[in-house]
């Protein structure tokens, strides 16, 4: 049962987010986010409450002799509108993850499966982009390394937008690959697979860093493909000692990779610390929030058969050249569907 309290609640923080952004005080940024934030459970609000009135006003017409006929007929009408106008209100009303407005670091890794994997990996970069494009965001690769067939090795691209990570941190998993490879002439079907990891970028806030446990290298660095040799000494290694991770940038100027750098090992760190609190929650939850265990194998694109499978949600789709076209709604609909689906059986429960 939906409590009104709360709807009132709700309400009341709206109209004074309103109020204080039209006097023009306080944090405006932050005011102007909780005040997008809200106003699509508040237009839900609305709707609800207004669907209530109208039943009440036609249950009182029934008593009016005049009017009772008119009230019979619309009646069973709203009836039948009040359970879709609760879930929408319940949708609306579900916890939202605070990184869900986020811009978002894609990280793809080669799996099992040698050249054939690397040559995968980039189709998946590839499909990323191709999405990224149709959506209106921004995707800037920060580090990315070849195989001799042009395969990748690893890649690093930083993607900006609306609801960047919303839409793609159900991605994080293991892709799984099945195809003829180009390089195979008997013609046999290869299974090889690539990681995807969707780390939600860090913001300053989040995440400080002890300058004491850095370490900073400096590297030569080559060119695209050995072409170009850059021969200053332009590239950066970070290396966090507590936790181990390493970051390197190899762009044109060692100030940019500084700061770029730095940038993905927050994004890293920020991560880690997501992880642990989403474990820690899971624990004694049904739903794992977010993006789940990332060595979970989540999808298959079978190329023979010309079909994507997502195995969290058995969903196949046979429009395989579509979805590595960039195509990603359908799938990304649907599993932030059953997400929502899974958070509201949690709450019911």
């Not at 993607?159 to 799984?176: D, N």
């Not at 789940?292 to 499978?309: A, K, L, V, W």
């Amino acid at each position: 049962m939906i409590s009104l309290d709360r709807l009132a609640q709700i309400t009341q923080r709206f109209q004074f987010l309103e109020a204080k952004m039209a006097e023009g005080g306080g944090d405006i940024a932050a005011l102007g986010r909780e005040y997008s934030e809200l106003r699509p459970v508040v237009d839900q609000i609305d709707a609800y409450r207004q669907l209530l009135d109208d039943m009440a006003e036609a249950e009182a017409m029934l008593r009016d002799p005049e009017m009772r006929a008119l009230a019979e007929e619309e009646l069973p009408v709203l009836k039948a509108r009040l359970p879709q106008a609760e879930k929408a209100l319940q949708l609306a009303l579900l916890p939202k993850d605070a990184a869900d407005a986020r811009p978002a670091m894609i990280e793809i890794r080669p799996g099992t499966g040698g050249d054939e994997a690397a040559l995968f990996a980039g189709d998946l970069l590839r499909m990323y982009q191709r999405y990224a494009e149709a959506r209106g965001w921004s995707f800037q690769i920060l580090e990315m390394q070849h195989t001799e067939l042009g395969g990748i090795k690893e890649v690093t691209a930083h993607v900006k937008g609306e609801g960047v990570f919303a839409r793609l941190k159900f991605e994080s998993g293991v892709h799984r690959v099945q195809r003829v490879p180009e390089t195979e002439s008997g013609g046999r079907i290869h299974t090889s697979a690539a990681t995807v990891a969707v780390l939600p970028e860090a913001e300053d806030v989040d995440i400080q860093i002890d300058a004491n446990d850095l370490r900073i290298d400096t590297m030569r660095s080559s060119g695209a493909g050995g072409q170009h040799v850059n021969t200053t000494d332009s590239a950066v290694r970070i290396t966090h000692i507590p936790s181990g991770i390493v970051v390197t940038s190899s762009e044109k100027s060692q100030h940019q990779n500084r700061a770029i750098a730095m940038q993905v090992l927050k994004t890293r760190l920020y991560d880690m610390e997501r992880q642990r609190i989403d474990s820690e929650r899971a624990a004694n939850r049904k739903s794992q929030v977010g993006s789940g265990d990332r060595s979970e194998r989540i999808r298959t694109y079978n190329f023979p058969q010309g079909r994507m499978t997502d195995h969290r949600i058995n969903l196949t789709l046979y429009k395989l050249d579509q979805i590595l076209q960039g195509d990603l709604d359908e799938v990304i609909d649907a599993l932030i569907a059953d997400h929502q689906a899974a958070l509201l059986a949690e709450m019911d429960g």
